[in-house]
């Protein structure tokens, strides 16, 4: 059974739909934020200040790729996955992409500027979050097998159609 790969910008909901999919699905589950974190003994943030984006882009392959080697896992992958090319390439070659779209509106309004996990979005303002969303929407949109809109969606109407369309797909 192949992969399943959850991805989109931050605050789409990955991590808690992804393990919603996960438990619904009888699959194992992994955060890949998470992953990297227990992997390296480091906060996002952490990496990102002491490697670079490009440091922390690289550790996230190599994570990407472990876990992509696990039969039926479902992946919450990081909102800027899909901005390396060889994490573009294993997500596209190991598994199904569900591309979870959101606006830079909800987004906001579900992760804030100032969270420490987010050093991407940390202090910035509504222009810079479209602006990051915008430059990232057609990778998001090349990487996807499925995509579903989150918007105005609780996280059980979202997972039931990921499902529904994974099921449909057999």
Do not use: N, W
Request: aromatic content about 4%.
């Amino acid at each position: 059974m192949r992969p399943l790969f959850i991805i989109g910008f931050m605050g789409a909901g990955k991590s808690t739909v992804g393990g919603m999919v996960a438990a619904r699905l009888g699959r194992p589950f992994v955060d890949l934020d998470g992953e990297i974190e227990r992997e390296t003994g480091h906060t996002v943030a952490e990496l990102f200040a002491a490697h670079g984006e490009e440091g922390f882009r690289q550790a996230e392959r190599e994570a990407l790729a472990r876990v992509a080697r696990q039969p039926g896992v479902v992946v919450a992958c990081g909102g800027g996955v899909v901005t390396d090319e060889g994490s573009h390439a294993i997500l596209r070659e190991s598994g199904t992409v569900v591309y979870l779209q959101v606006s830079p509106e909800v987004a906001v309004a579900r992760v804030g500027f100032d969270s420490a996990g987010r050093p991407l979005l940390r202090g910035g303002d509504l222009t810079s979050a479209e602006a990051l969303l915008h430059s990232r929407e057609r990778l998001y949109e090349a990487a996807a097998d499925l995509i579903v809109d989150t918007v105005d969606r609780q996280p059980e109407q979202i997972v039931e159609e990921i499902v529904s369309l994974i099921e449909g797909a057999r």
